[in-house]
Structures are given as structure tokens and as C-alpha cells.
């Protein structure tokens, strides 16, 4: 086994080379989430509290956009990203940019034999998710602090590298393929879900903002990638594409929720409503799409 990458040594994943970079991660949304989780908001909690990510639901129209219907719509998601990721009882897994590790607890509860590692930037995150995901039966949990363009693993760690929803914030999707590539067994899965631009809006996710405009509510987010980029990507990197699902409708219940949501908790961050009309507004009119993707590791 080649340990080609240096922060790897001894078996472990080392500390960042850099740890002032964790001063420079700005992710607003997460602020706002930690703090109406560490003051008890037990609507915030049930919606956020587990999943970070968009809902899922099969049948959209029948949303009721209860706190219920959208913490099973967001486990949803999860749930369809393992089964593209050919999740399955006894697998290495690597949840990259896991949040608060809702998928991790995801797998931890419907898989066994499983080796469960999260790796994220944010050690606020790491923290609450250590404090909340416990492994079940003969499962094994790690939560990592990392970086995903720099995985800290040895080649050919993971069967599965999934990445929910958090892609956009890497700043390199190229150099992430390339490690995910190397810590995958031969046969291994990446699966991925990601906003898509359509050919008209992407020469506009192009323009160049000035840097205080640049990280928003969201935080920085590259939403410049199409269709065509990941299939050349997948190219390039030696991954075999084997899924593109358009889910979008399956999501738009969301931003109604999250609407409604925010005029409940009287957010004020122009930010947060700007970003999230626009993303709505895009979506509806099929301008950004949701996709979830599947790529395999070619076998030797």
C-alpha cells in the first residue's frame, strides 16, 4: 500500500499542515444553525439538528412541510445517496464534508459491519457530531477533522467516498477526485449530490463578485460546474460515470419549508434571503438542477 499522501503517517490521519486555514473557513449558515442549537430551539434541532442538507421527497406533492415530514425528507436524501453509493453491510466508508454526521448516523442505523469515517474542516461540527453518533452493533465510527482536496488516508482506504450537498465549498473539485480516486479500493464508489447549472445561467455563476460579496449566507460556494464538466472530470480522473439522477422536483419542498422556516425565526441576514429566493427561483424554473451522481473506480 502506497501511503502517498503526507499528512498520512503511522496509521492515522495527521493535523493539517496549516491549521490557520481553519480560521479562514466562513460558513454563516453553520454560525447561525450552532448557535439556536447550543440556546435549545427544538424546531432547529429536529430540521438540523442531524441532516444539513436539502430534503427528498418521492412524491413532492404530497409535502406536508411539517418539521416531521422535512426530517424524514432529509434522511431521505441520505438514504438515496447510499443506495447509488451501493451501500451495503460490511463496507469502509468515507463521508466527506459530513457535517454534523447525519449520514454517518444514517448507515450507523441500517448497516452493520461497517467501518464509518466522517471528515470534515469544521471541528465545531466534528464535536457535535462525536456527541451524537455512537456506533450500533459491530459498526466502528471515526470523526476527523481534514482536508477533502488533501485526504489524509492512505491509497485504497474506502469502498464508498460519499459527498452530501458540500462539494461546491471545496475549492478544487478536480484535485478532490484525484484523492477520492486514490483512497478508493479498485471498484469502489464515489457518490455525490450537487446543484448543476443549466447552459444559460452558467456564463453568470462566472462573473467574478468582490471579495466581501464573494461568501454569503452559504458561505463560498462554486456553482459553476455542469453537467459536461463532470463528465469530463470523470474522464480525466479515470472514474467510470454510471449515474446522473435529476432530482430537482424531488427537492423543491424545501424551500418552502426553509422559507417559512426563516420568517418564523425573523432571520435578517439579507444574505439568507437573497441566496436562498435566488436558488429557489433558479431551481423552479429548471436553471439549477439537483443531481445526484455515481462514479465507480474501475476494477484492476
Not at 451495503?88 to 442505523?109: M, P, W, Y
Not at 482536496?149 to 473539485?173: G, K, M, N, T, W
Not at 462566472?206 to 474522464?235: D, M, T, W
Amino acid at each position: 500500500m502506497n501511503d502517498s499522501n503526507p499528512a498520512f503517517k503511522e496509521g492515522r490521519p495527521q493535523p493539517l499542515q496549516n491549521p490557520d486555514n481553519l480560521a479562514q473557513v466562513k460558513l454563516p449558515y453553520f454560525d447561525y444553525l450552532l448557535a439556536l442549537l447550543k440556546a435549545g430551539d427544538e424546531i432547529i434541532e429536529k430540521s438540523f439538528g442531524r441532516h444539513v442538507h436539502w430534503g427528498y421527497w418521492d412524491i413532492p406533492e404530497l409535502a406536508t412541510l411539517t418539521t416531521a415530514d422535512f426530517e424524514q425528507a432529509t434522511e431521505n436524501l441520505s438514504k438515496e445517496i447510499c443506495r447509488v453509493g451501493k451501500i451495503q453491510n460490511g463496507l469502509k466508508v468515507l463521508d466527506v464534508g459530513c457535517g454534523f454526521g447525519g449520514t454517518i448516523a444514517h448507515i450507523n442505523e441500517y448497516y452493520t459491519g461497517m467501518d464509518l469515517t466522517g471528515l470534515n474542516l469544521d471541528e465545531r461540527q466534528l464535536e457535535r457530531a462525536r456527541e451524537g453518533v455512537n456506533p450500533r452493533t459491530d459498526n466502528i465510527i471515526h470523526f476527523e477533522q481534514g482536508n477533502a482536496c488533501a485526504l489524509p488516508y492512505p491509497d485504497q482506504s474506502f469502498d464508498v467516498v460519499l459527498v452530501v450537498e458540500c462539494i461546491f465549498h471545496f475549492p478544487d473539485r478536480k484535485q478532490f477526485f484525484k484523492e477520492a480516486h486514490r483512497v478508493l479500493k479498485p471498484g469502489g464508489y464515489l457518490a455525490l449530490s450537487d446543484f448543476i447549472p443549466g447552459t444559460i445561467v452558467l456564463p453568470f455563476t462566472r462573473i467574478k463578485l468582490p471579495e466581501r460579496l464573494s461568501v454569503g449566507f452559504y458561505g463560498k460556494c462554486n456553482v459553476q460546474f455542469s453537467a459536461e464538466h463532470y463528465r469530463k472530470l470523470a474522464a480525466q480522473t479515470q472514474f467510470n460515470l454510471q449515474l446522473a439522477r435529476d432530482i430537482t422536483l424531488n427537492t423543491l419542498p424545501t424551500y418552502t419549508y426553509i422559507r417559512r422556516l426563516g420568517q418564523q425565526r425573523k432571520v435578517s441576514s439579507i444574505f439568507a434571503i437573497i441566496e436562498t429566493a435566488a436558488i429557489e427561483l433558479l431551481s423552479r424554473l429548471r436553471l439549477i438542477r439537483y443531481f445526484i451522481y455515481a462514479f465507480q473506480k474501475p476494477s484492476l
